[in-house]
């Protein structure tokens, strides 16, 4: 709670969303079981790639966090965290957050749930932005 119990401020409020670039999968862990129960009941299936449901990512401390409208879903594989750092970095400077897409897998799949971002190393001209 905040000051004089107000509600504390949502993550994403004051910022602007900025489209991100997409080419690969990232792992999504910590994936929050009423977000994939909703998405495999209410979001479109992608042949090979699992539920595509709108996502918003903020990078907050050392770990980017999912956020499907105000509910927190999950969180970035932390191994990756590292390679998208710089820019998830520039985005929070410029008061922003991305906006992508998370595929979240059928029941059974062996491959987790995931993020779709464009692969590179902190590179703008080839990065997520």
Known sequence: MGLFNRKPAHPLAGLQARDLRQGTTIALV???QGFVDYARE???K???LGHEAPIALVLQGSD???YYDDLKV???DPSMVDL???EFAQL???RMFGRTVAYIKPAGA????????NWGQGAIDGGIL
Do not use: C, E, F, Q
């Open 74 to 76: 999950g969180r970035m």
């Open 46 to 48: 992608v042949p090979r």
């Open 42 to 44: 209410n979001r479109p």
């Open 110 to 117: 062996k491959s987790p749930h995931a993020v779709a971002l």
């Open 92 to 94: 929070a400077r410029a």
């Open 84 to 86: 998208y750092r710089a």
């Open 64 to 66: 980017v966090i999912a």
């Open 30 to 32: 910590d994936v929050d």
